[in-house]
């Protein structure tokens, strides 16, 4: 069995380089506000930049951040599914196409903006090279305010496997049946579902909590053989 790790960003390296980022996903299914359990509410970290809506003639229809009904919520979300896999959960919020913003100051081999995680061409290249599986490097559009820019790519990172649901507190009400809001903080000590984590991807983020990142041992060793700064690992427990 491998083992799996929590993988954050290491925030003393992102002092060290100061570089910063602003910006967005082009595209995006609005929020919800849901008839049937009163919340409105996004996912974060639903985030598809290697999928392109401008072949859809409705892609106008997903430049706007909003919320909006459940039924018109549905009708959007019909509209892209035909373009991503089948298990995909496309909840509120889910974004699609490059980051689009700025990028200021220095950077290092890899970048963070909140829970996404950009790297530099040749960092990318060299953990592949190295054997890590399922990193999928995307296309940005950020603007730089100097020349000889780094080309930063943004992982396209997919939600995927479950926390167990020994570690979600039992005061926590079932998700909604109608959007599927499943609402928790994270847990103290979080524990991976070992029958639901993919066997093929050495980087991917929990399903059902998809703000957190996870390598297994695979990558964690890649990246601590390339010399790769930025990340710190955490190891979890499986059940
Ligand atoms: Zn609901």
């Known amino acids: 069995m491998s083992r799996f790790y929590w993988v954050n960003e290491d925030r003393a390296a992102r002092t060290k380089h100061g570089g910063y980022l602003d910006a967005a996903h082009t595209w995006g299914l609005p929020g919800i506000r849901c008839h049937a359990c009163g919340a409105t509410w996004s996912a974060v970290a639903h985030d598809f930049p290697a999928i392109d809506l401008s072949p859809l003639p409705e892609s106008r229809e997903f430049l706007k951040p909003r919320a909006e009904s459940f039924p018109e919520f549905a009708r959007l979300r019909e509209l892209v599914r035909p373009l991503l896999p089948p298990h995909i959960e496309l909840p509120p919020g889910t974004s699609f196409g490059p980051l689009k913003g700025s990028a200021v100051g220095e950077f290092g081999a890899m970048a963070w903006l909140g829970p996404r995680l950009l ?42 496997g479950r926390f167990h649901p020994d570690c979600i507190p039992s005061d926590v009400p079932p998700p909604c049946t109608t959007c599927g ?4 903080g994270r847990p103290d000590e979080p524990i991976l579902d070992a029958a639901s984590l993919p066997q093929e991807l050495d980087l991917f983020r ?11 041992e695979q990558f964690m060793d890649a990246v601590h053989r390339l010399g790769l700064v930025g990340m710190t690992f955490r190891e979890l427990p499986t059940r």
Do not use: W, Y
């Open 181 to 184: 809001r499943h609402g928790f």
């Open 206 to 216: 929990v399903g059902n909590f998809a703000t957190m990142l996870i390598g297994t």
């Open 119 to 160: 790297l530099r061409r040749d960092a990318l290249e060299s953990l592949q090279a190295e054997g890590v599986r399922g990193l999928l490097g995307c296309r940005t559009e950020l603007r730089f305010r100097k020349k000889n820019a780094p080309e930063l790519l943004e992982l396209q990172i997919e939600p995927r």
